[in-house]
C-alpha cells in the first residue's frame, strides 16, 4: 500500500501552548487511520491543518507526494464531517450533498447518478427532501457523510463524528461506518478521544498526548505492546507498576513475581516498569498469613472486577464471571506474561 | 401550579396585553385615518360632517405618480444600501470577542442620545457649500466650483442611509450572532470560494434578521419627511412632504389622511408577504 497522506514534522503553537510538537505521520491510501487523545492532545489541531483550514508553522503535508501545505481548504481534495455535522440547515438533504459536485461544476445527469447513489448508501432515499431540521441526530450524521463523500475526496477527515450521539446509536454508527468505509475504499482519517470507538474501527491508530504521538499501531498491538506509560493506560485499564529483573521475568516492588512474555528479556538486576493487563491476573483463595485483601468488587456482567489492595500496592484484576470473592476476603495473586509489557520509563 | 401556562384559556389572556396595546395604539388610529380620508374638509383644517370621496378622488392629482416615484426608488435604494453595510459590518461584529461587540453596539446605539433632527442638521453643516466636506473635496479637486453636495437625491439618499442603518444593522447581527459559523468552514471545505460563501450559506442564514432590518429601514424611509426637507431642497420631496403640506398648510386633512391610507396599506401588504414566507418557510423547516 503507498503513503497517501504524509505529515512531516509539522508543529502548530497557540502563543505558549505547543498544540503540535514536531509530529511526523504517514497515513496509507484506503486505510481508516484514527488520531486518539484526551482532548488537548492536537488531534483536532492536526485534523485542522489536514483540512487545511489552518496553517503549521514548520514542517510540511503531502498528499499524493504533492505539497498541499499552503493549499487552502476549497482547493484540497480533502473533506471533512464536521463535529456537529453543519448541515446547511436552509437546504434540504439532497442539495446539502449536490452542494460541493455543483460548485465543481457537475453536469445536470452526473449530478444526478452521483446524488442517488450517495443517497442510497448512506440509506436515506426515503428522507432526500427533508430539511436537517427534520433529522435524527443519526441521519444528520449519514447525510453529512455523504455531502462529503460524493466529491470523490482522497482523503476523508472525520471530527468526532459520533461524538454527539447516544451510546446505541453509536455504536451501531460504528458498523455502519466501517461497511461503508469497504464500500467506498476511501482513506479515512478518524479523529476521537473514545478509545473503544478507535480500536474498534482503525486499521491503524496515532496516540496522541500533549502534541506528540506517542505510539502509532495496529489496535491490537497498541493494547499488547504499549510504547509508553501514556498509551498502556488510555488504551484500556491497565497496572503500571515499578520492579527489579531477576531471571525469567521481574520481582515487583511488592514482593509478587510477574514472568516476561517470550522474546522479552532484562539483564537481571535492572529497574524495569511494567504495564500489567487487570485480564491476565489471577485470583485464588488465600489464607491470613497473605498480604492481599480484595477491597473493592465491581460487576460488569460478563466480568468482575477487583481492587485488591497490600504492601502499599494497589491492583485493578478482572476476572470472568459473576463476583467469586467478597470484599475483605484474603487472596493470592498471579501474573500471567500475556499481559505483561515492558515500559521505556525504566528506573526513571 | 404548574399547569397555570397551559392551555388555549391562558394562551388567550397572556397574549390579551399585547393585543390590546395593538388595538389601541395601532388599530384604532390606522382605523381613524382611514376613515379620514372618506370625510370632507371643513373650512377650519377639521373634518366636516358626512361622507365624501373628494380626497379619494385627490389621489388621482397628476403630480403624485413622479413623487410616489421617488418616495419609492429612493426607500428602495436606502434600504438596499442600509443592508449592503449592514451584512458585512454584521458579520464581523458577530466574529468579534464578547467584550469588544459590547463596546461597538453601543457606539450604534450613541448617535441615539442626540436628538434626530439635531443629527440631520449636522449633516446640512457637513454637506453645506461651505462646509468642510466641500472645502476639502474641491481642494482636492475632486468636486468642481459649482457642484453642490447639499439639496439633491444624492444628499436625501446619504442621510436616509445614515438615520436608518442602524436599524438594519442590528437585527442583522442578532441573526449573525445566533448564526453558526462552522457551516462556513463547512462550505469553504465543499470548494466554495468567498462569495459563494456569503451569498449561498451566510445570506440564507441570517436572512430572517436581514429582512427584518429591511423591512424597518424601508418603513421609516418611505414615511420620511424631516430629511427631504432639510436637505433636499425643492426637487427631492417625498410622499412625506405632501402629507404634511396637506396637513398644515393646506389644512386638508381627508386628503392627508388619504396619502397616508395609501402608504399604509401598501406598507401592511408587504409585512403580510413577509409574515406568510416565514410561516411558509418555518413549515418547511418542520417548526
Redesign the interface.
Known amino acids: 500500500m503507498d503513503d497517501s497522506l504524509v505529515i512531516d514534522a509539522v508543529s502548530r503553537r497557540f502563543g505558549a501552548l505547543r498544540a503540535l510538537d514536531d509530529v511526523s505521520l504517514s497515513i496509507r491510501e484506503g486505510e481508516i487511520f484514527s488520531l486518539l487523545g484526551p482532548s488537548g492532545c492536537g488531534k483536532t489541531t492536526l485534523l485542522r491543518l489536514l483540512a487545511g483550514f489552518d496553517a503549521p508553522e514548520a514542517g510540511r503535508i503531502f498528499l499524493a507526494g504533492k505539497d498541499i501545505t499552503a493549499l487552502p481548504p476549497e482547493h484540497r481534495p480533502v473533506n471533512t464531517v464536521f463535529q456537529n455535522y453543519a448541515l446547511f440547515p436552509h437546504l434540504s438533504v439532497r442539495e446539502n450533498i449536490a452542494f460541493g459536485p455543483r460548485l465543481a461544476g457537475w453536469s445536470r445527469s452526473e449530478l444526478r447518478t452521483a446524488i442517488d447513489r450517495m443517497l442510497a448508501l448512506v440509506k436515506l432515499e426515503s428522507h432526500a427532501d427533508c430539511k436537517p431540521a427534520q433529522l435524527s441526530g443519526g441521519q444528520k450524521q449519514r447525510t453529512a457523510l455523504a455531502r462529503a463523500l460524493v466529491n470523490r475526496p482522497r482523503v476523508l477527515l472525520l471530527d468526532e463524528p459520533l461524538a454527539a450521539l447516544d451510546l446505541k446509536l453509536r455504536q451501531h454508527l460504528l458498523v455502519e461506518l466501517a461497511s461503508l468505509h469497504r464500500e467506498v475504499g476511501t482513506t479515512f482519517v478518524y479523529v476521537t478521544h473514545d478509545q473503544g470507538e478507535a480500536m474498534s474501527l482503525s486499521h491503524r491508530i496515532a496516540v496522541m498526548n500533549r502534541g506528540r504521538v506517542e505510539q502509532v499501531d495496529e489496535p491490537e498491538r497498541l493494547y499488547r505492546q504499549p510504547a509508553t506509560a501514556f498509551v498502556a493506560a488510555f488504551i484500556g485499564n491497565t497496572n503500571i507498576v515499578d520492579g527489579r529483573a531477576e531471571s525469567g521475568g521481574v520481582r515487583l516492588a511488592d514482593g509478587l513475581f510477574a514472568p516476561l512474555p517470550d522474546g522479552v528479556n532484562a539483564a537481571s538486576g535492572t529497574s524495569l516498569r511494567l504495564s500489567v493487563r487487570p485480564e491476565h491476573m489471577r485470583l485464588e483463595i488465600g489464607g491470613l498469613e497473605d498480604p492481599w485483601r480484595v477491597a473493592e468488587v465491581v460487576f460488569g456482567g460478563p466480568h468482575t472486577q477487583y481492587w485488591v489492595e497490600g504492601r502499599g500496592q494497589r491492583w485493578l484484576i478482572q476476572q470472568p464471571g459473576p463476583p467469586a470473592f467478597a470484599r475483605g476476603a484474603a487472596v493470592q495473586l498471579r501474573v500471567e506474561s500475556a499481559g505483561v509489557s515492558l515500559l521505556p520509563e525504566a528506573g526513571s | 401550579m404548574k399547569h397555570v401556562f397551559r392551555g388555549r384559556t391562558t394562551e388567550w389572556l397572556l397574549t390579551t396585553p399585547s393585543l390590546l396595546w395593538l388595538a389601541i395604539f395601532f388599530a384604532l388610529p390606522a382605523g381613524l385615518i382611514l376613515m379620514a380620508a372618506f370625510r370632507p374638509a371643513d373650512l377650519h383644517g377639521g373634518l366636516g360632517d358626512g361622507w365624501s370621496l373628494a380626497a379619494v378622488h385627490a389621489l388621482a392629482d397628476p403630480s403624485y405618480p413622479a413623487l410616489w416615484f421617488r418616495t419609492l426608488w429612493l426607500s428602495l435604494v436606502a434600504t438596499l444600501i442600509c443592508l449592503a453595510l449592514a451584512l458585512p459590518a454584521g458579520y464581523h461584529l458577530a466574529r468579534l470577542p464578547r467584550r469588544r461587540q459590547g463596546v461597538i453596539l453601543l457606539l450604534i446605539v450613541l448617535p441615539f442620545l442626540t436628538n434626530f433632527l439635531i443629527r440631520v442638521f449636522a449633516w446640512k453643516t457637513l454637506l453645506h457649500p461651505d462646509g468642510p466636506l466641500t472645502r476639502l473635496l474641491q481642494n482636492c479637486g475632486i468636486l468642481s466650483e459649482d457642484t453642490l453636495l447639499l439639496y439633491n437625491s444624492g444628499a436625501v439618499l446619504a442621510v436616509l442611509v445614515y438615520v436608518h442603518l442602524p436599524f438594519a444593522l442590528l437585527p442583522v447581527y442578532a441573526a449573525a450572532e445566533r448564526f ?1 459559523f ?2 462556513l ?9 468567498a462569495w ?1 460563501r456569503f451569498w ?2 451566510f445570506l ?2 441570517v ?1 430572517a434578521g436581514a429582512g427584518a432590518g429591511a423591512l424597518l429601514v424601508l418603513t421609516g424611509c418611505l414615511g420620511q419627511y424631516v430629511v427631504p426637507q432639510l436637505v433636499g431642497g425643492t426637487d427631492n420631496e417625498m410622499i412625506g412632504n405632501r402629507i404634511v403640506q396637506r396637513a398644515f398648510s393646506d389644512r386638508n386633512l381627508p386628503e392627508a389622511a388619504a396619502l397616508s391610507g395609501v402608504l399604509l396599506i401598501a406598507l401592511l401588504l408587504v409585512l403580510m408577504a413577509q409574515a406568510r414566507k416565514r410561516r411558509h418557510s418555518a413549515r ?4
Not at chain 2, 468552514?185 to 470560494?193: E, H, I, K, S
Not at chain 2, 418547511?284 to 417548526?287: D, H, P, S
Request: aromatic letters at 0%.
Open positions: 453558526d462552522c457551516l468552514d463547512a462550505a469553504r471545505d465543499l470548494g466554495a470560494g459563494k449561498s450559506v440564507p442564514g436572512g418547511e423547516a418542520g417548526l
